[in-house]
């Protein structure tokens, strides 16, 4: 497997994966959230907030697809992924230190956005 073989099927796999959280978050957000994560939402305002972040999460998701299919995009796209993940890992660690330890799925994703994200800059170093 070729490098760039590598940080193709890498961008697929993580964009491919983010389409289930953003659509998660967007469709039917007082369903959905409630079922995963006992959150109660209410109103237009919350329900905007949740659409906007599933239209985040697209955004990124097609950027990623793009990067996997362009090699021009591809390391952009690698950056972007490494951002986006870290980014949010980094809101997490804060509320460790702030809020303390929340329920174990939360530490998994902690620990998936780290795995992808580390990854994405490093497959990024060397990209063309």
Do not use: C, N
């Amino acid at each position: 497997m070729t490098a760039d073989t590598l940080r193709r099927g890498f961008l697929l796999v993580i964009a491919i994966g983010l389409v289930p959280v953003a659509l998660s978050y967007g469709v039917d957000p007082a369903t959905s959230l409630e079922r995963l994560y006992g959150i109660t939402v209410e109103g237009i305002d919350l329900t905007h907030i949740f659409r906007a972040y599933m239209g985040l999460y697209l955004a990124a998701s097609v950027l990623w697809l793009a990067g996997a299919f362009s090699q021009r995009l591809r390391r952009p796209a690698l950056i972007a992924a490494g951002v986006f993940m870290l980014g949010i890992a980094a809101g997490r660690i804060l509320s460790l230190a702030v809020d303390g330890l929340p329920d174990a799925k939360f530490v998994v994703y902690l620990a998936i956005e780290l795995a992808a994200g580390i990854p994405a800059l490093l497959l990024a170093r060397h990209a063309d």
